[in-house]
């Protein structure tokens, strides 16, 4: 693992196709916060979060997909990833490219503010799927890297159930989503299949 100051995210999504950046210019995603302050989500951890987040990004899934992707908070992008209050029937997270581009994480979710929900820990593990998701296939075309793996995380380089790592931001700075390489959507495909060298076989979830 890549020395990086690791950090949190997990569950439900889309997926498969290449971001368009070029060298020069990489994807950008821009964050937007629609959901007020409560108990079980604190946005005021964003920033940290889009750190580790645009960490990830450059040290891991980039060289390993052959993509330049960054994560800014506000402002304009290439794509975008809005933090919701409630609920929607769509799910807790997900992201689609109805009107370009887009991915949505429902901070009201019960899996995310129920009783056995990771609060905020939750809800940007959540974001972080979407957003390694969408950097690699922004798109949606159906090639989703962090499912096959996303009953696992991070935590100090182990691999764990994702609400091992904290609950409301306690794990931030240690917990990040694993991601599948290319070399798992290969039938012939030769390991490591996965970052956290958990997948044993390409096309082999540890998670089913």
């Not at 690699?136 to 890297?145: K, S, V």
């Not at 904290?166 to 012939?188: I, K, M, T, W």
Request: include cysteine; charged fraction near 20%.
């Amino acid at each position: 693992m890549s020395a990086l100051l690791l950090f949190a995210f997990l569950f439900a999504s889309c997926g498969g196709g290449g971001s368009t950046a070029s060298p020069a210019h990489p994807f950008v995603i821009a964050v937007s916060n629609n959901a007020a302050a409560t108990t079980h989500w604190n946005p005021a951890t964003l920033p940290k979060w889009v750190e580790t987040s645009n960490a990830q990004l450059a040290d891991d899934v980039g060289p390993r997909w052959g993509i330049r992707v960054k994560v800014v908070l506000g402002g304009d992008g290439d794509a975008t990833l809005t933090f919701e209050p409630g609920t929607s029937s769509d799910g807790v997270a997900w992201h689609d490219d109805d009107n370009g581009p887009e991915a949505f994480v429902y901070v009201g979710d019960p899996t995310i503010s129920g009783p056995h929900g990771g609060g905020t820990f939750q809800a940007l593990l959540d974001a972080q799927h979407e957003v390694v998701e969408m950097a690699e296939d922004p798109g949606a075309d159906g090639r989703e890297i962090v499912d096959p793996v996303a009953c696992l995380t991070y935590n100090q380089g182990e691999p764990v159930k994702a609400l091992e790592c904290g609950e409301n931001g306690e794990g931030l700075d240690r917990c990040v989503v694993d991601f599948a390489f290319p070399s798992y959507f290969d039938p012939q495909g030769k390991p490591p299949f996965d970052w956290m060298e958990v997948v044993k076989a390409p096309g082999v979830s540890p998670c089913a």
